[in-house]
């Protein structure tokens, strides 16, 4: 049986998204079913046996379309594992320590037992879209600060995991 792996995620400019892409290319190369789809558009999680969920952070909030998404199936992501991630500080803090996910990932990490979370860097680089992200540019505070070694090896974990677990029959 192959463990088939959705990873959802919340972005408005896309970095996010590329972070989801590159934990679904890593559980792919592991063996893993896995795809990488906007939180918005997963009508269903049932035919996944497991889920990692990603949002970008604004102003110490995780991205609606994340939120919205954990609201939506909290009764089936809660019987799967599940992974949470944030994407956001844009400077190198996130490759240098762990950074404690917001209050709100905090919660939907306690109702949905999640097995772990992690925050990576984010990007913010010229025609990001929004009145905050042009002042950030403005300012001179953007950059890609995304650690892809990082990511992948947080995704490799996360195979080992699942692989663990199907092996012992759990999945």
Avoid at 8 to 22: C, K, L, V
Avoid at 28 to 53: I, N
Wanted: contains cysteine; charged residues 25%; aromatic residues 8%.
């Amino acid at each position: 049986m192959t463990t088939k792996v959705l990873v959802a995620y919340g972005t408005t400019n896309g970095s996010t998204a590329r972070i989801a892409e590159t934990v679904a290319e890593v559980l792919d190369k592991e063996g893993l079913t896995a795809e990488a789809l906007p939180a918005r558009t997963v009508t269903s999680v049932w035919s996944y046996d497991a889920v990692v969920v990603g949002g970008a952070l604004y102003t110490g909030r995780w991205h609606r379309d994340a939120r919205r998404f954990v609201r939506r199936h909290r009764e089936d992501l809660a019987a799967r594992p599940v992974w949470l991630f944030s994407s956001g500080p844009l400077d190198p803090s996130a490759s240098e320590r762990d950074i404690p996910p917001v209050p709100g990932v905090v919660r939907a990490m306690a109702r949905l037992d999640a097995q772990g979370h992690i925050t990576f860097g984010g990007c913010l680089q010229e025609g990001a879209r929004g009145r905050v992200a042009r002042m950030i540019l403005r300012s001179g505070k953007g950059g890609d600060f995304r650690d892809f070694a990082r990511i992948e090896d947080w995704a490799r974990t996360i195979a080992a995991d699942l692989t663990a677990d199907v092996r012992a029959g759990w999945l």
